[in-house]
T-cell receptor
Framework: GAVVSQHPSWVICKSGTSVKIECRSL??????MFWYRQFPKQSLMLMAT?????????EQGVEKDKFLINHASLTLSTLTVTSAHPEDSSFYIC????????????FGNGTRLTVT | GDSVTQMEGPVTLSEEAFLTINCTYT??????LFWYVQYPGEGLQLLLK?????DKGSNKGFEATYRKETTSFHLEKGSVQVSDSAVYFC???????????FGAGTTVTVRA
């Protein structure tokens, strides 16, 4: 079945540094990928929609300059957390559809980011 | 806007017990409804879905029926196993843009 691979699975970084998270669709092409953030014991919050070959669409309240999204190919989207701060510590999850909407989303295993 | 409300956990059950996780939604139009499951250390997986009123989604012994009159999509399983221990998320997809809105998740622990 459709597999979405996310890397790294966890990362620890110091305040002020930047961290890049990769999301790959392994056996299908995805023109659109989605980035979510999950706080402890809370739901997934959609951060942005990543569009291949064009700018990402950010949800209200999400800083586009802080969370840089690049969807350079049909199988790869990256999320870069710039100038990370401890409050950016969270679980980040990407997802993609293997077919046109409304086909179900397939999720990566997530990335646990800890900013010290 | 669209929203999903599901029962708070955690829920702890014994093996072979009956499981119900309540989920209600608020949406304009006619959304599709989903249940996703997140096993420990893994990403979310689609468990089942329903795309219109009165549809019943089922998978791995789990069932949920799309009830438009009560705006609900409760998840049920008649006899749970230890392997069903996971976090369960109810979600809806807005037909206008197909974005998913998730409930807060319910942690289920099944004891042997």
């Amino acid at each position: 079945g459709a597999v979405v691979s996310q890397h790294p699975s966890w990362v620890i970084c110091k305040s002020g540094t930047s961290v890049k998270i990769e999301c790959r669709s392994l056996d299908f092409q995805a023109t659109t990928m989605f980035w979510y953030r999950q706080f402890p014991k809370q739901s997934l919050m959609l951060m942005a929609t990543s569009n291949e070959g064009s700018k990402a669409t950010y949800e209200q309240g999400v800083e586009k300059d802080k969370f840089l999204i690049n969807h350079a190919s049909l199988t790869l989207s990256t999320l870069t957390v710039t100038s990370a701060h401890p409050e950016d510590s969270s679980f980040y999850i990407c997802s993609a559809r293997a077919g046109p909407a409304p086909s179900p989303l397939h999720f990566g295993n997530g990335t646990r980011l800890t900013v010290t | 806007g669209d929203s999903v409300t599901q029962m708070e956990g955690p829920v702890t059950l014994s093996e072979e017990a009956f499981l119900t996780i309540n989920c209600t939604y608020t949406a304009t139009g006619y959304p599709s409804l989903f249940w996703y499951v997140q096993y420990p250390g893994e990403g979310l997986q689609l468990l089942l879905k329903a795309t219109k009123a009165d549809d019943k989604g089922s998978n791995k012994g789990f069932e949920a029926t799309y009830r438009k009159e009560t705006t609900s999509f409760h998840l049920e399983k008649g006899s749970v196993q230890v392997s069903d221990s996971a976090v369960y998320f109810c979600a809806l997809s807005d037909p206008s843009d197909y974005k998913l809105s998730f409930g807060a998740g319910t942690t289920v622990t099944v004891r042997a």
